[in-house]
T-cell receptor
Framework: DTGVSQDPRHKITKRGQNVTFRCDPI?????LYWYRQTLGQGPEFLTY????????KSRLLSDRFSAERPKGSFSTLEIQRTEQGDSAMYLC???????????FGPGTRLTVL | AQSVAQPEDQVNVAEGNPLTVKCTYS??????LFWYVQYPNRGLQFLLK??????LVKGSYGFEAEFNKSQTSFHLKKPSALVSDSALYFC???????????FGDGTTLTVKP
């Protein structure tokens, strides 16, 4: 257990529905990252926060995806109008500073039917 | 732009033999380099990192990695492999001027008794 938690661990939804995932980072970590991982590939960067500020968002990310970190603590990732291609493992990670290693949560596995 | 290549999808070694998992990178500035390991049904765990200084870095579980700037490589090594080292290994790079990390597609290490 790295100290980063994600909820839910699994989510099955129908195409077109909205889903929201939550990440609770290690409490003193001010950086929080979201990644997507599909089978046979490494984690793909989605977005990251420094405290409550969203500093970068992947150009690959469509505007159906939005993330927030309202008080610089937990974060949520919302996917609107889900598509089958959104099926993946969504990973959250946190770090204390930019040079530090990231601590990953267990992930949320999304299946879009 | 930054990128990582792990040229081997799979590495097989016998227990007690040395192991090497290869990683090459491309960044526009100076790199921060990381190795992570993923055991079955577990989240990614940090192994070691290179930020600056000594080119040979030592990490968890007896692993080490050598930063080679001229060859843009950061190969992961261990003098004597254990069956319990069998897992999926990811190399990651971050340009010192960037916020996000880019991960390779992973190398599956299998250590046979």
């Amino acid at each position: 257990d790295t100290g980063v938690s994600q909820d839910p661990r699994h989510k099955i939804t129908k195409r077109g529905q909205n889903v929201t995932f939550r990440c609770d980072p290690i409490s003193e970590h001010n950086r929080l990252y979201w990644y997507r991982q599909t089978l046979g590939q490494g984690p793909e960067f989605l977005t990251y926060f420094q405290n409550e500020a969203q500093l970068e968002k992947s150009r690959l990310l469509s505007d159906r995806f939005s993330a927030e970190r309202p008080k610089g603590s937990f974060s949520t990732l919302e996917i609107q109008r889900t598509e089958q291609g959104d099926s993946a493992m969504y990973l959250c990670a946190s770090s204390l500073a930019s040079v530090d290693e990231q601590f990953f949560g267990p992930g949320t596995r999304l299946t879009v039917l | 732009a930054q990128s990582v290549a792990q040229p081997e999808d799979q590495v097989n070694v016998a227990e007690g033999n040395p192991l090497t998992v290869k990683c090459t990178y491309s960044v526009s500035g100076n790199p921060y380099l990381f190795w992570y390991v993923q055991y079955p049904n577990r989240g990614l765990q940090f192994l070691l990192k290179y930020i600056t200084g000594d080119n040979l870095v030592k990490g968890s579980y007896g692993f080490e990695a050598e930063f080679n700037k001229s060859q843009t490589s950061f190969h992961l090594k261990k003098p004597s492999a254990l069956v319990s080292d069998s897992a999926l290994y990811f190399c990651a790079v971050r340009d010192t001027n960037a916020g996000k990390s880019t991960f390779g597609d992973g190398t599956t290490l299998t250590v046979k008794p």
